[in-house]
């Protein structure tokens, strides 16, 4: 459909560099480049290694996208690009190159919400979001429950994790199984073979007295501890069964609140999105127990979870068509950026 | 016309030309040791109100040496706006540029600040042609007979006692360097950032 906006998104908030375009709610191109393999032997990402990393890849990640679209800059309607949440260092190598094409193609930019962009990109596999809808984003980064009433305008947060992100949770445990970084896809694989009853890991937040003020957030650095205790405790332990164990916990503290919040809030949709809902066991579970309790799950597919460009394209997307105003030159990518501002003024 | 796009943001003022060989048609700056990126769209909006984008055939850019950060924006911006138009990226040395604009008989060194204590350094002939390494140091480290250099840059102002002969100017000036690109232009596209990441490991608790 011709008269749908063609929206080119820029996504730099952490390791990768992306650049995707949409039309409407298609999806055309998805250009990623990563450097992750630079950070693995930091065991996490460094800040200035990331940044200098996205400027090399930016304009050929900008080119590869118009070719795999087969579209010109010239035809643009908009550009988009993540202003925050992420590392400011890093996401201000995006929202300059977003500026250049703008600026270059006299075309309006928006400066978005990066969470907002990972429920957003669930238009392009499934259609239209449902609303409203409970959102549950999982990555190194970030853990957020969220009430999504409209992903361009009207974003709610629920709750959030007090220390380390559910994907950060992953990647040390995988460090000290010997399973290298990044962790949730070493996990997940270890995961296959292993029993995942074998241990009791902790369940944080999820005790009575927690329900008051946590309700709907988030602790896993407890039962990172607790693996830790449990490696320490029992020095012939069984890699793929702690694997599993910790996975488990993990994905049952998610998917409890998620649904909990679901209930509490009357919701009957869950769209789960960010790099941890890549793993397996989470999309497993997240199907048998939704729909026990008449709760429907959107999750992408694994490619659009993990940070992109296309997520970036498909809100801006959802901006063009909503009307939204556009940013004013010299708005300001900021590290904590919160939900409630889907996008900058 | 043929026009070409001046930007630097490898100082604490951040600027914006627009200029062709003859005459400088826009030269805005804004000063500022952080928020470079806010700072150049603010200018460019201002500065590109009205242009005709077909009247630009190339974008110069200074690539350093500046700190990391402020440096990317600027080159960012650059290379992205150069490639949505389909014209080449003139790199530039900061420095050379401001060198461009000094007047001395004799040879002469510029400095601008680097921050943590240190600053970017070059020497220059009479008739302002780079001579060997651009270095970054303690200004406390140059020898006495490079600190008694006339020296050029704002790194003057911040070590004042330092660099007892001052020379203008502080800064690089974008309508010279988007009236002059390609008397300065390097092959090498890269930042010079001339120092190394700061890779410390993120703390695994
Ligand atoms: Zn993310």
Known sequence: ?345 | MSLTLAIDTATRRTGIALASSQNVIGELYEEGATAHGEALSRLASQLLQGVDRATISSVAVGVGPGPFTGLRVGISFAQSFAFALGVPVISVCTLDVIAAEVSCNQEFAVATDARRKEVYWARYSAAGKRLGELRVLKPGDLTDEERWLPTAGDAVEIYGELFPYLLDPPFPSMGLLGARASEFALTDHAPMYMRRPDATPPVLA
Do not use: W
């Open chain 1, 1 to 345: 459909m011709k008269n749908e906006p063609l929206v080119l998104g820029i996504e730099t908030s952490c390791d990768e560099t992306a650049v995707g375009i949409v039309r409407g709610t298609t999806l055309l191109a998805d250009a990623i480049a990563s450097s992750v393999d630079e950070h693995a032997r930091f065991g996490g990402v460094v800040p200035e290694v990331a940044s200098r990393a996205h400027l090399e890849a930016m304009v050929p990640g900008i080119e590869r996208a118009c070719k795999d679209a087969k579209v010109s800059l010239a035809d643009l309607d908009a550009i988009a690009v993540t202003a925050g949440p992420g590392l400011v260092g890093a996401l201000l190598v995006g929202t300059s190159a977003a500026a250049g094409l703008a600026f270059a193609l006299d075309k309006p930019l928006y400066a978005v919400n990066h969470l907002a962009a990972h429920v957003s990109v669930d238009v392009l596999e499934h259609g239209a979001l449902p609303s409203p809808a409970i959102a549950l984003l999982v990555s190194g980064g970030h853990t957020s429950l969220l009430r999504v009433d409209d992903v361009s305008s009207h974003i709610t947060s629920l709750g959030a994790t007090m220390d380390d992100a559910a994907g950060e949770a992953f990647d040390k445990v995988a460090r000290i199984l010997g399973l290298g970084f990044p962790g949730g896809p070493a996990i997940d694989r270890e995961a296959q073979s292993g029993n995942a009853r074998a241990i009791d890991f902790p369940r944080g937040f999820t005790q009575s007295r927690d329900q008051e003020d946590h309700a709907f957030d988030f602790s896993f650095s407890g039962l990172k501890s607790a693996v830790a205790r449990y490696l320490h405790d029992h020095p012939n332990f069984h890699v793929a069964d702690v694997a599993a164990s910790f996975q488990e916990a993990v994905v049952d503290v998610l998917l409890t609140k998620a649904l909990s919040a679901a209930k509490s809030e009357g919701i009957e949709h869950l769209i789960i999105g960010g790099g941890v809902a890549a793993n397996s066991r989470l999309r497993l579970l997240a199907e048998e127990r939704a729909s026990k309790v008449g709760v429907a799950v959107r999750i992408p597919r694994p490619g659009l979870c993990t940070d992109n460009g296309a997520m970036v394209a498909a809100l801006g997307s959802l901006l063009v068509s909503a009307g939204s105003t556009p940013s004013r030159p010299g708005f300001e990518a900021r590290s904590a950026l919160p939900v409630a501002q889907v996008t900058l003024a």
